[in-house]
């Protein structure tokens, strides 16, 4: 902070250090030794600070974790957006048409768009990146529509052409998504124009600019001056990565950092206790995903029906809801929230009945030895391994609860937390009995979670190898998003979901909000359509 020198000097140096402190900063009040800083000058970029629990990452558009979903999309933008009551609207391209066959979709670009370095956004780059994510296809078979491009050919400078082999009905939501259908600068790619393993650097034709960055230490966005739509309020918005929730509540309450948002960054004990100190504005959004745990049911002993539906009536999920996120999140009895397409379907949920959960291990063989308090069969313990994100405070606390729940029932549950990447790893190799799982969320549920179903490596495949009925539930996926009747379509997703539901594969705990916890100089915070596009745009500062 600049300091006035109280000291007599000469004129002229007097003269000269008063232009050099006006060149410098506008922010300096009239009245001498002071600085006002309750004031921001209309030129001087106001600035939030948040906090992360993981590092933003390398921020490649084309590819997955390390890089934050949030971090991503405020610098990259899709051809479409998905925007509240389930609307596809337009971004990049500002209409498109729809062959009567459903194989060919034209976008018409804007005209008006400049990435952050200044280089246009036209057909050819937009080509450049859709054929770079397409030639990485194995990496995005999770979703539908990359088994389905056949080519992207440019008609004009403003007009591209998607042509697929056949229909795919989700094509506009998947576009819409947070990656990896987002574009790069020219100036981006590397040498070889493969984006599968780097880019040269992160720059979008989005609101925001990576414009510092420290690996584990902070990210440092300003506000992209050559954006094409309606420009944030603020200038800059600073990303502390604090792994530990505690830390990010002390460093908010120190106003170390502005703002909280996001799910399971901190715990619901600690949301409440700042929301009812009424010191800090908070909020909530409507619920956007389903938290859930997968019961593996391709190993032992898992693989047994019995015990996944031990396990589905041998705990109290209503308590544990309330304990865990103190009633603000709403219980969970079925994968896909009602409210969701194809998913309004009466599926009977699995009622809390620990009675019933000894019922079915003891038929399943697994009895309880006198004396003893885990069930035994052939000799070998009732022992399964449970897998959480150790950075997320709410999957913790779950998971602590889950193994004191079916301990009671006699099974043995190890609990262990590992890092995002580890985490996911297990997940998508089949190396757990439980672990930890979040749908897709809008726009990308109920077909997603289908496509998933059917494609190795996303987790949700290994997890449904174990059950009989995997070869129908593969090829009813397959026919739903191929099919253009919609009629057939609902009676599809209602089979499909329902043999999911009775398979006992999947336990839903509690449809997922996202929380914000601000110091009330901030205003305009509003939630956006999706769980990945985090409210900057509207965000202002009153005083500082």
Not at 203 to 226: H, M, Q
Not at 308 to 322: N, S, W
Not at 500 to 514: D, R
Request: hydrophobic residues 40%; neutral net charge; proline residues 5%.
């Amino acid at each position: 902070m600049f300091s006035y020198i109280k000291t007599k000097l000469p004129s002229i140096l007097m003269l000269i250090l008063a232009l050099s402190l006006a060149a410098c900063s506008t922010s300096v009040d009239k009245k001498a030794g002071d600085i006002d800083t309750q004031k921001q000058s209309e030129t001087t970029p106001k600035m939030i600070t948040m906090a992360w629990n993981a590092d933003v990452g390398p921020l490649n558009p084309h590819l997955y974790g390390p890089s934050q979903v949030f971090a991503q999309a405020m610098v990259y933008e899709p051809l479409v957006d998905y925007v509240e009551g389930g609307k596809i609207v337009p971004r990049l391209a500002e209409k498109w048409e729809i062959s009567d066959d459903g194989l060919v979709y034209t976008f018409h670009l804007r005209k008006d768009v400049k990435y952050s370095d200044g280089s246009v956004f036209n057909a050819d780059n937009a080509k450049k990146n859709i054929d770079a994510i397409i030639a990485n296809k194995q990496r995005h078979s999770w979703m539908g529509i990359v088994t389905v491009l056949d080519r992207t050919e440019k008609i004009n400078d403003d007009t591209i052409r998607l042509i697929l082999t056949k229909p795919y009905y989700p094509l506009l939501q998947e576009l819409a998504f947070a990656r990896p259908f987002r574009f790069l600068a020219d100036a981006g790619f590397p040498s070889d124009g493969k984006t599968s393993e780097a880019i040269v650097k992160p720059i979008g034709t989005g609101p925001w600019v990576l414009t510092e960055y420290k690996k584990d230490g902070y990210a440092v966005f300003s506000r992209n001056e050559n954006y094409w739509g309606i420009k944030p309020q603020l200038g800059t918005v600073k990303v502390l990565i604090i792994p530990d929730s505690e830390t990010i509540v002390t460093a908010f309450e120190k106003h170390e950092i502005d703002l909280i948002v996001g799910a399971g960054i901190i715990s619901m004990d600690n949301f409440k206790y700042l929301r009812d100190s009424g010191k800090y504005n908070t909020g909530a959004s409507e619920p956007l995903t389903t938290r859930s745990v997968i019961l593996n049911s391709a190993k032992a002993p898992t693989s047994e029906m019995n015990v996944r539906l031990a396990i589905q009536h041998g705990i109290d999920k209503a308590k544990m809801i309330q304990s865990v996120t103190l009633g603000l999140e709403k219980k969970a009895d079925t994968i896909m929230a009602s409210n969701f397409p194809y998913s309004n379907i009466d599926l009977k949920p699995y009622a809390y009945d620990p009675k019933k959960s000894e019922q079915l291990l003891d038929e399943a063989g697994w009895k309880l030895p006198s004396g003893k308090s885990v069930r035994e069969k052939d000799g070998k313990p009732l022992l399964l391994d449970l897998v959480y994100v150790s950075t997320d405070a709410i999957q913790k606390p779950m998971a602590e609860i889950l193994q004191a729940e079916l301990a009671k029932i006699g099974v043995q549950v190890q609990v262990k937390g590992e890092e995002l990447m580890v985490g996911n790893g297990r997940l998508k190799s089949g190396d757990y009995h439980l672990n930890f799982w979040s749908t897709y969320g809008v726009p990308n549920d109920p077909h997603n979670f289908v496509t998933t179903s059917t494609q190795a490596k996303t987790g949700i495949y290994e997890a449904l190898l174990g059950l009989s009925t995997k070869p129908q539930i593969d090829a009813q996926s397959k026919e739903v998003l191929a099919s253009t009747d919609e009629k057939k379509r609902v009676e599809l997703y209602r089979s499909i979901l329902t043999q999911i539901h009775e398979g006992a594969v999947f336990y839903p705990t509690a449809y997922e909000s996202m929380i914000t916890v601000y110091h009330k100089n901030l205003t305009g915070l509003k939630f956006n359509a999706t769980k990945y596009d985090f409210p900057f745009g509207t965000l202002d500062i009153t005083t500082k």
